[in-house]
């Protein structure tokens, strides 16, 4: 176990350039099915092929992002605390959450801001767990709306954010932070009948959260990056300002230098970008001239309403372009399954994808390049090798 963790260590070291867009190469774990980034903490994504199969991403594949090991928390006296500009703070056992609220389901993406990193390396190196596309998900969220927990608490005047902080401990700077995250409250108090506007959450897809994905219960913020979805969740401060957790204050924000006053005056990533991937084939695949089924996945912004109108496909390096025909619904903060069948010569080596969405907003050539290797979103380039 320890060797292990010391090669995947040593390994994701090299892997901004042997992972690059080739996430299909590095071997899954048996047990898991998942590809490790790490153990300790757990940083793991599926195999792009077995991610598409559903709409509905399943528990076991869906990608794991944790800061620090996964914190033990007794689901018996665990208590969530709502505080801040409030009336009325208050303690709430998981228990009670469940029988005091109503319950609420909706099924929403999630992807880590870090998606699609290795191929941000690519361009210039950035440091990070090196994601491939694998760093996303769409699952049934259950639980609590936020903002009923929130007018339970009575906001007070004044109030303009919501802070979420974890109960897991974080190394950082040498002492030890929980990860947090906060949203403007016109976020957390946006709701529609069907979709709230964020939610506290005790169950995935029908099951108890996962110890790795936030059991007891975590914020899920549909249609913003996943390090606001904060796991292990102990308390939600209402306040006049942003959080000044480190992962809001001082990560998460495209930042080139990244010295201080370009972090302060960088404001916090929250929507997600416009994005489309080819998951099959794998990156790298052998393939046979003439007519070749392809599939993968779209994401829109995360702006309310916003969807995907359009995905296409190019074999001749973006000249000309096939449109892709969509396998699930345009549903507002999910991703949209697509497939396409080329034509395959043998001069082709490569597939692109890119997207439009329902505003006419399109999927970039390239990106700028960022410090952090966050929100890569350029068109998304499949290798493959034709044989006759
Ligand atoms: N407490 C806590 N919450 C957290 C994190 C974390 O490390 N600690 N990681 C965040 C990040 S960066 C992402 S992308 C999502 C990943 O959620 P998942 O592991 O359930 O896929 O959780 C977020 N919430
Ligand atoms: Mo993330």
């Given at each position: ?82 505080e801040g500009i ?62 009923d927990l929130l ?24 002492g030890m932070i ?211």
């Amino acid at each position: 176990m320890f060797d292990r963790r010391v090669l995947l260590k040593q390994a994701s070291l090299f892997a901004p350039f042997w992972l690059a867009g080739r996430s299909a190469f590095a071997a899954p774990d048996p047990k898991t099915g998942l590809i490790v980034h790490t153990l300790v903490p757990h940083n793991a994504e599926p195999p792009l092929g077995s991610l598409v199969q559903s709409w509905i991403t399943p528990n076991e594949l869906f990608y794991v992002r944790s800061h620090a090991p996964v914190p033990k928390v007794d689901a018996d006296t665990f208590r969530l605390s709502v505080e801040g500009i409030v009336e009325r703070p208050f303690e709430i056992s998981l228990a009670q959450l469940q029988s005091d609220f109503k319950r609420q389901a909706v099924v929403a993406t999630m992807t880590c801001a870090g998606n699609r990193r290795s191929e941000h390396s690519l361009v210039k190196e950035v440091s990070g767990v090196p994601w491939g596309a694998g760093a996303i998900g769409n699952a049934e969220w259950a639980g609590v709306r936020l903002s009923d927990l929130l007018k339970r608490a009575g906001i007070k005047e004044g109030a303009k954010h919501v802070w979420f902080d974890g109960v897991d401990e974080v190394e950082h700077k040498g002492g030890m932070i929980p990860f947090g995250a906060s949203i403007p409250l016109d976020k957390a108090m946006s709701d529609t009948e069907s979709m709230p506007g964020a939610l506290v959450c005790y169950e995935m897809n029908g099951q108890p959260l996962s110890p790795d994905h936030g059991f007891p219960i975590r914020t899920v913020v549909p249609g913003y990056i996943g390090a606001r979805s904060v796991k292990w969740l102990g308390k939600i401060i209402v306040s006049d300002r942003p959080s000044t957790n480190h992962y809001v204050a001082g990560a998460y924000k495209l930042v080139t230098e990244g010295t201080e006053d370009e972090l302060a005056s960088s404001p916090p990533l929250d929507n997600f970008v416009i994005n489309s991937v080819t998951c099959v084939p794998a990156a790298g695949s052998k393939v046979v001239t003439g007519k070749l089924e392809v599939s993968g996945y779209a994401l829109a912004t995360g702006l309310q309403g916003e969807t995907i109108a359009k995905v296409e496909l190019s074999t001749d390096g973006g000249k000309s372009w096939t449109k892709a025909r969509f396998t699930s619904q345009a549903k507002p903060y999910c991703w949209r399954l697509w497939k396409a069948d080329l034509e395959v010569h043998a001069r082709t080596s490569e597939i692109i994808a890119r997207a439009v969405d329902s505003t006419g907003g399109v999927q970039p050539e390239t990106v700028v390049w960022n410090l952090k290797g966050y929100m890569f979103n350029a068109w998304h380039k499949t290798s493959v090798r034709v044989s006759p």
